[in-house]
């Protein structure tokens, strides 16, 4: 059939419309699209040639990654594909071991990066690395401020009152982290903690701990939001015990990814994470926008609806470069990822759940926040932030001169006799004690001194609180710590834990409590 020129014309316009609306969806979707007839035309997959799988679960602090992505599915209409031109996919993954089946598989099948929090790689890794898989962490992306507690009934009033307690949590996650940081900084002895870890009600995931506790199965759980306020809404009288509000600088989400993939892939580690914190940005300005992505994008949230899903996002502070360069020491710093990651490792060995540690080098890759850090101008360089974040009003402190701590941790600190200057051993203690003060970052920290009975029990009081203030000296002088957050006192005699008839009761009774003190 012969065209005529008006049908040319409108042949023309046809082919013109159908190429158009092509391209506009290889522009909405993964770069591909189909002609009529099935005929399927290729288009631009980035930097990977595929979208980047990303595993997470529900929470609250992966909202950098999610802003910057403008949801879960890949797309080009989000700051990963139009400045970094990197397509990204995020799949939720609350099964744990699903989770690390899924990132030791690795590409189309498995997950390429995924969640960890700092305590719970230095658990993971080793068993990653047994199997031949080498893996790291390359960037920071929240601290949990708030978001992962210790919910309890009502007559568990401390971490002591544990004792002898049904507990249920989602084993060797950050919950599992959070209760052994409470046990090693309690007056729980060896056997006593023992005792409570071997109970333990193991789970895979946060929502079936807090299924356990909220039908009564156990007396408390630890979970991490939205799971912590719905057990409080949903078991009358339960209240936090212990939460990350408190704990502040205990429990760090990182992404972490396989050195093969970090290997053949540097570009889109890099893309990965400068569009990451070009999403915090985002995220931080409009909460509005952060709550409807959550919402549009998983069901929990949905379910939660958009006040309750809002009160979330107070429960964590979404990290940006400044507190990657505190975490992993950009500026020279001591890295808190190297202290919080031995910390865990020697916990995780002295429980047996792993047998060798790994060390901090081996577990991170920092040369791609290194090489941002280096590429922020002078002027514009974020420095860390300062080592107390948090402030402590005066008036505050005298309050809790009488209150009842959250745990306990006594410490042998020797004097020589009538005396309250440490010694080199006294300061060596102290330098492990400085980690509770600095973990437990958002709390009042009250040093008690305590005597045995020999001489005057006025002058052992004013000795005893001496001590004390020795202490409190020490540690805001050299950790530079605050002194509104430190409250010391002298009880002298009067809170012996042993007899004082025998030399060993009265070494006992010459000790320091060292107590943490919500605010």
């Known amino acids: 059939m012969k065209l005529t020129p008006v049908g040319k014309i409108a042949l023309l316009i046809f082919v013109c419309g159908l190429a158009f609306g092509g391209w506009k969806a290889w522009e909405r979707t993964s770069g591909s699209f189909s002609l009529p007839g099935g005929i399927s035309v290729g288009g631009d997959q980035g930097l990977l040639g595929r979208p980047l799988r990303v595993g997470i679960v529900s929470w609250p602090g992966y909202m950098g990654g999610i802003t910057a992505n403008n949801g879960f599915k890949p797309n080009k209409t989000c700051i990963y594909w139009n400045k970094h031109k990197l397509l990204v996919e995020f799949l939720l993954m609350e099964d744990v071991d699903a989770r690390a089946k899924a990132f030791a598989r690795g590409g189309k099948d498995g997950v390429d990066i995924v969640w960890s929090t700092v305590d719970f790689w230095a658990n993971e890794l080793p068993g990653f690395v047994n199997n031949g898989i080498k893996a790291r962490t390359v960037m920071q992306v929240d601290w949990s401020r708030g978001g992962d507690a210790i919910v309890a009934d009502a007559g568990i009033k401390s971490v002591e009152d544990l004792r002898g307690k049904k507990i249920s949590l989602a084993l060797f996650t950050p919950s599992h982290w959070l209760l052994e940081s409470s046990l090693e900084n309690s007056s729980l002895d060896e056997s006593e903690q023992a005792q409570i870890v071997k109970g333990l009600v193991g789970k895979n995931a946060s929502p079936d701990a807090k299924t356990d506790f909220v039908s009564g199965k156990v007396d408390a759980c630890v979970v991490w939001e939205p799971d912590v306020s719905d057990a409080l809404q949903k078991r009358p009288g339960s209240h936090v015990l212990l939460s990350t509000k408190t704990a502040a600088n205990l429990i760090s989400d990182i992404m972490v990814a396989r050195e093969d993939f ?33 919402m549009d994008n998983e069901p929990l949230y949905k379910d939660l609806g958009a006040q309750a899903t809002q009160d979330q996002l107070s429960a964590v502070k979404w990290a940006d470069l400044a507190d990657n360069t505190k975490m992993f020491g950009l500026d020279g710093s001591e890295p808190l990822f190297d202290r919080i990651f031995k910390q865990a490792g020697s916990a995780w060995v002295h429980r047996g759940y792993i047998n060798n540690a790994v060390t901090p080098g081996d577990a991170k890759d920092d040369k791609f926040l290194r090489d941002l850090y280096q590429q922020t101008t002078a002027e514009g360089r974020v420095v860390a932030t300062p080592k107390e974040e948090f402030t402590f009003k005066p008036a ?74 020795a202490v409190v000296d020490y540690l805001v002088e050299k950790y530079g710590l605050s002194r509104d957050r430190f409250i010391p006192k002298g009880n002298g005699p009067t809170k012996s834990v042993a007899s004082n008839a025998t030399p060993d009761g009265r070494a006992k009774n010459r000790r320091t409590d060292v107590m943490v003190i919500p605010k």
Do not use: C
């Not at 290997?263 to 999403?279: H, L, S, T």
């Open 262 to 294: 970090i290997r053949q892939n540097p570009e889109v580690i890099k893309a990965f994470v400068q569009g990451w914190f070009d999403g915090t940005v985002d995220a931080n300005r409009n909460p509005t926008q952060s709550v409807k992505l959550l």
């Open 396 to 469: 505050a402190r005298a309050e809790k001169q009488s209150a009842r701590p959250v745990m306990t941790r006594p410490v042998n600190i020797y004097f020589a006799s009538g005396s309250a200057t440490l010694d080199p051993n006294g300061r060596q203690v102290l330098d492990q004690i400085a980690l509770t003060a600095q973990t437990y970052s958002n709390a009042f920290i009250r040093v008690e001194g305590n005597t045995d009975n020999v001489g005057n029990a006025a002058q052992n009081i004013a000795l005893s609180e001496g001590r004390a203030r």
